[in-house]
T-cell receptor
Framework: KNQVEQSPQSLIILEGKNCTLQ??????????LRWYKQDTGRGPVSLTI?????NTKSNGRYTATLDADTKQSSLHITASQLSDSASYIC????????????FGSGTKLNVKP | GAGVSQSPSNKVTEKGKDVELRCDPI?????LYWYRQSLGQGLEFLIY????????KSGLPSDRFSAERTGGSVSTLTIQRTQQEDSAVYLC???????????FGQGTRLTVV
């Protein structure tokens, strides 16, 4: 069964600290994986995308990694800011249907001053 | 428009009433999705439109839910005889046929009282 699981469900960190969010997927065949950021009351916005052949992708202070063998991805946030407080959603696209997206339930990050 | 636009932003309705939610996708985007996001939950797929093809309605939770996409652009999600469990944020997303990145609207927060 195609699934995406994220951990932790929620996380509280102090401003300036780093954190890592985890995503495990069972989507097969696999095409690509995206991380989205969803601010409260807003729609999700794409941060990074990685195909099965890519191991890492950075977008400013956000760095995503992908291990296609273990079907795991992580999103590392460096030097967190208050504006990083949001939900982070992992989304996998299968290789046999580019119209389909499998969403994780998200990690809710709260950055405190 | 510059982004996906949804209206209304918020809707409060009485149980048993019908509601219509509107989505204006990004111009030129042939694919359009509707998702539902309950409080603290992940995105639940509802329906998908791609060009002139028959829509994928496999995610609609009951026959009270229906959606149309007129002229390959604007879409309307209709919920008949609303129930309290229909309360959620309804998100619309669109994308081009070639790109798997889906661009989301800000959502419509539906509250059934």
């Amino acid at each position: 069964k195609n699934q995406v699981e994220q951990s932790p469900q929620s996380l509280i960190i102090l401003e300036g600290k780093n954190c890592t969010l985890q995503c495990n997927y069972t989507v097969s065949p696999f095409s690509n994986l995206r991380w989205y950021k969803q601010d409260t009351g807003r729609g999700p916005v794409s941060l990074t995308i990685m195909t099965f052949s890519e191991n890492t992708k950075s977008n400013g202070r956000y760095t995503a990694t992908l291990d296609a063998d273990t079907k795991q991805s992580s999103l590392h946030i460096t030097a967190s800011q208050l504006s990083d407080s949001a939900s982070y959603i992992c989304v996998a696209t299968p290789g046999d249907n580019f119209n389909k997206f499998y969403f994780g339930s998200g990690t809710k990050l709260n950055v405190k001053p | 428009g510059a982004g996906v636009s949804q209206s209304p932003s918020n809707k409060v309705t009485e149980k048993g009433k019908d509601v219509e939610l509107r989505c204006d996708p990004i111009s030129g985007h042939t694919a359009l999705y509707w998702y539902r996001q309950s409080l603290g939950q992940g995105l639940e797929f509802l329906i998908y439109f791609q060009g002139n093809s028959a829509p994928d309605k496999s995610g609609l939770p009951s026959d009270r839910f229906s959606a149309e996409r007129t002229g390959g652009s604007v879409s309307t999600l209709t919920i008949q005889r609303t129930q309290q469990e229909d309360s959620a944020v309804y998100l619309c997303a669109s994308r081009t046929q070639e790109n798997t990145e889906a661009f989301f609207g800000q959502g419509t927060r539906l509250t059934v009282v």
